[in-house]
């Protein structure tokens, strides 16, 4: 069975930090990618950050560049998401999503996902 358990998730004031946790099982870690999503109320799924869990390579939306860092523990099959400098803007449900990289390599895009976690809430406040 495949699961994406996301943790991690809190308030925090403005300026805080959060580290995201992502523990998969159940499908080759290795060979996908694991996305953090995010979605605010009233507002669509956004992908945020990206890495490639064979190669390494990351990747970041603008809004999160230079504040956001992924990683990975591939003994784990875990992928963290250390977010700094947290703004009222980053309010939203953080899911961590899995992508075959065989099949895509578009990463934003929240339909090229297979796999999903339930969420984190993440909540800023000023």
């Known amino acids: 069975e495949v699961q994406l358990v996301e943790s991690g998730g809190g308030s925090v004031q403005v300026g805080g930090s959060l580290r995201l946790s992502c523990t998969t099982s159940g499908f080759a870690f290795d060979g996908h990618a694991i996305a953090w999503f995010r979605q605010a109320p009233g507002k669509e799924r956004e992908g945020i950050s990206c890495i490639h869990n064979n190669d390494g390579n990351t990747f970041y939306a603008s809004s999160v560049k230079g504040r956001f860092t992924i990683s990975s523990d591939n003994a784990k099959n875990t992928v963290y998401l250390e977010m700094t400098s947290l703004e009222p803007e980053d309010t939203a449900v953080y899911y961590c999503?899995?992508?075959?990289?065989?099949?895509?390599?578009?990463?934003?895009?929240?339909?090229?996902?297979?796999?999903w976690g339930q969420g984190t809430q993440v909540t800023v406040s000023s």
């Open positions: 999503a899995a992508r075959d990289l065989r099949l895509s390599r578009i990463w934003y895009l929240a339909d090229r996902y297979d796999y």
